[in-house]
């Protein structure tokens, strides 16, 4: 019985990792990104996921909230997440480039 009870602790660490790791890949999306993508709104996603996070902290793994987060996470992760990533800059909060650069390109002092 031991043994069970290691391997469901493994999976219910895994579940919390795997959607925390979710949610705050959601959080560092740009909003107007989920937009662009066509997928819901930042905010939707921040709920749902932060919602599944906290079911999977609070019930036992072998009650089915935690399987409804499951589903939330794999969701994001296989339909959501890989269109963000899929848009000009990953979709990512960070800017890239140069900070003379301008809205057509580096500003190079009107050379």
Known sequence: MQGFAGFMWLLSTALIVFSGFALID???RR?????AADKKTKPFWLIVLGLAFVVNLLFPILSFLPIIGLIATIVYMVDV????RGLPGGGRN????SSSDGPYGPYNGGR
Not at 31 to 35: F, H, L
Not at 81 to 84: E, H, K, N, S, T
Not at 94 to 97: E, F, L, M, P, Y
């Open 26 to 28: 959601a959080a560092t």
């Open 31 to 35: 909003e107007d990104a989920y937009r």
């Open 81 to 84: 997440r890989p269109v963000l």
């Open 94 to 97: 960070s800017r890239r480039g």
